[in-house]
């Protein structure tokens, strides 16, 4: 089973990892190849499923043998090229000369080791005692997984049952991972879904190690690594098999590719393609997903527009668009075409949201309750009759506030773009919520104490991987040269101290 | 006032790599410990999976496809009222873990489809109730689960 299962995820990392090589050329020298397989892996499972769900209009009993022939095909073309152009050994032969390690390494690597170990234990047995994950699980993500695979040709259906409370409108990734993952696995199985939400909170993770690694150095990545894997919920949600860790690695992609275009010395319009590769992905996992990237693909160019005028923002505005469109325009279709409204919006009128936008104490009720949950959101899963009491000592906000104040800033002025993007997005992205919230026709308590938490979660890797990009590491390393510092510089620099000592034996 | 700014900026960023070593282990310790301590023992069985056994027999006498209606103790829309006010959630557990089992036959809050599955986990159908939906059982699986007929 679990052979067959990482047998399923060949065709989408070869098919991520490759696209990541073309998108992220291995000229610049930053990009380890473990990031490259943890970006890859995510990247290829949601453009995977985004040419599953285009699959699924075909009828026929062989469509799945046909699909996966036409992924592999795809997938040994881009890995062919990729090799043909020498993007591949390039990307390895670069990370081969750098790596420098020694002693105060194991200073962030065991602690990283230990907790990772605890975080993975943790997972194990969550997963063990509710193997069909929390709620949402079987009532959103699972029931539309198994609803697919079911159904057969009449998959369709569904989606006009009036089954509103399953959520029918919510997008497919997560479930077409599933079931993709089931006609490998020969039939149903539990353990596909626990699969995947492992593998995306572990490259949730990774994500964030490898992304700091490159940017800043791997103590920075350790750290935040570790700071992200002891926070409970985060932990427990991803147990949960919700979309909500997917979720968070794409947003989180999407806000560390363009420090990497940043630090590009000519900068590609392919990385920020990628970035818009994210996010749209991003948008093609969860609703929420959709307001993150309208306002990423909006807010970086009108920042760049102040920094570097009009024609560089219209240019990283069409790149970040360009690498968006395969999944806006699936999901557009799965909207308009296939899905019925969300519950949102289907169910009110336009008295209704105006009735809920002047009602003053809608919005002291969701201040407090954003206050309350944005303190204590990574302790762990709430209980209805026993709220959280805050513990600082558990990761949160306060410990990472804590964690910048000791550190101190460190800035480059090459990251300032992606740091004002990161945090612009972020806190348009809590406002936006904080109005869907305002208009929500749910009972607003009942939908703040069981939605905001995982919200907050979603946004937490990128949260943790800004404020980590700021901080002052306890150690400088490679990655940390000053802006501007080409490599010859470096070498000759490197090597200036060796031949003084040498000229002096001589 | 330089001197503790230089202290500040030598050990600023090691105290903060402490503090960030020190409540992650603590907190993935404790979270493990807690997990350990729920650990419900091998051959544990989940509630999910055990609601699925449960309801699984109807699935042989149930078109492949369609829609049944479902009726249980309390009336349709109650069950997601109490949910939503926080009140029980069970009721509505055992009815998403109905149609979570039977998919893809749909499974309709109401009584007022040919076929209703009945599904009384700790509790005995009131007969009179049932009866004045219209419906008639037409297989009783046990453990509270009967499958209705909708009278012409």
């Not at chain 1, 075409?337 to 169910?347: C, F, M, Q, T």
């Not at chain 2, 503790?4 to 993935?28: N, T």
């Not at chain 2, 297989?139 to 689960?145: E, R, S, V």
Request: charge should be positive; hydrophobic fraction near 50%; glycine fraction near 8%.
């Amino acid at each position: 089973m679990a052979a067959l299962f990482f047998i399923s995820l060949l065709v989408p990392f070869l098919i991520g990892f490759s696209l990541g090589l073309f998108f992220l050329p291995p000229g610049e020298r930053r990009i380890s190849p473990l990031f490259r397989v943890v970006l890859g892996m995510g990247a290829g499972i949601g453009v995977v499923s985004l040419v599953g769900f285009g699959f699924l209009f075909l009828p026929g009993r062989f469509s799945f043998l046909l699909r996966e022939v036409t992924l592999a095909a795809f997938a040994a073309a881009l890995f062919w090229a990729a090799w043909r152009k020498g993007l591949l050994r390039a990307s390895f032969a670069r990370a081969k000369g750098e790596k420098r390690r020694d002693r105060r390494w194991y200073l962030t690597v065991l602690p990283l080791a230990v907790t990772a170990l605890s975080a993975a234990a943790s997972f194990a047995l969550a997963a063990y005692r509710e193997p069909h994950g929390k709620w949402d699980a079987f009532l959103i993500w699972n029931m539309h997984a198994r609803f697919l695979f079911r159904s057969g040709a009449d998959w369709m259906d569904y989606f006009r049952s009036g089954l509103d409370w399953t959520h029918p409108d919510y997008p497919y990734l997560l479930p077409l991972s599933v079931v993709r993952s089931w006609e490998y696995c020969g039939g149903e199985t539990i353990a596909a879904p626990i699969f995947i939400a492992a593998l995306f909170t572990l490259l949730v993770a990774g994500l964030l190690w490898t992304a700091l690694g490159a940017l800043r150095n791997e103590e920075q990545g350790g750290l935040a690594a570790m700071l992200l894997a002891a926070s409970p919920l985060f932990v427990l949600v991803g147990a949960s098999q919700l979309a909500d860790i997917p979720l968070s690695f794409f947003i989180l992609g999407a806000i560390v590719v363009p420090f990497l275009h940043d630090r590009q010395e000519k900068p590609r319009a392919t990385s920020l393609a990628m970035a818009g590769l994210l996010a749209g992905l991003a948008a093609w996992t969860k609703n929420e997903g959709i307001l993150f990237c309208a306002i990423f693909l909006l807010i970086r160019p009108v920042i760049t527009y102040f920094a570097e005028g009009t024609r560089r923002a219209a240019g990283e505005f069409f790149s970040l668009a360009a690498g968006a469109a395969p999944a806006l325009l699936v999901l557009l279709f799965f909207k308009t075409a296939v899905a019925p409204g969300s519950d949102l919006i289907a169910s009110q009128n336009a008295g209704g949201f105006l009735d809920k936008l002047g009602d003053a104490g809608r919005y002291g009720t969701v201040l407090m309750s954003y206050l309350r949950t944005g303190l204590t959101f990574t302790q762990g899963i709430p209980d209805v009759r026993a709220p959280f009491l805050l513990n600082p000592v558990i990761p949160g906000v306060i410990l990472l506030a804590a964690y910048l104040a000791l550190s101190g800033l460190a800035r480059d002025p090459r990251d300032s773009r992606g740091v004002l993007t990161g945090w612009v997005v972020i806190v348009l992205t809590l406002a936006g919520y904080f109005f869907v919230f305002i208009i929500t026709p749910h009972d607003l308590k009942w939908h703040l104490l069981t939605a905001l938490n995982r919200l907050f979660l979603q946004l937490w890797p990128s949260a943790i991987f800004l404020v980590f990009m700021a901080a002052r590491s306890y150690r400088p390393a490679a990655a940390e040269e000053p802006p501007g510092e080409d490599k010859k510089m470096r070498d000759k620099s490197a090597r200036a101290p060796l031949r003084q000592k040498k000229g002096r034996k001589e | 006032m330089r001197e503790i700014k230089r202290l500040y900026e030598h050990y600023g960023p090691f105290a903060g790599y402490l503090l960030i070593a020190f409540c992650a282990l603590y907190a993935s310790l404790s979270l493990f410990l807690e997990k350990a301590r729920d650990f419900p023992g091998t051959g544990w069985e989940d509630p999910v999976s055990v609601h699925e056994r449960r309801i699984e027999p109807l699935k042989s006498v149930l078109p492949p496809r369609g829609a049944v209606g479902y009726v249980t103790a309390l009336d349709s829309e109650k069950i997601f009222a109490r949910e939503r006010s926080l009140r029980d959630v069970e009721l509505l557990g055992h009815f998403i873990l109905t149609q979570y089992t039977l998919a893809p036959v749909y499974v309709y809050n109401t009584p007022d489809r040919p076929l209703v599955v009945g599904n009384f986990i700790g509790s005995n159908p009131d007969h009179s109730r049932i009866a004045r939906k219209g419906l008639v059982p037409l297989k009783d699986f046990g453990d509270g689960l009967i499958l209705y007929r909708r009278k012409e």
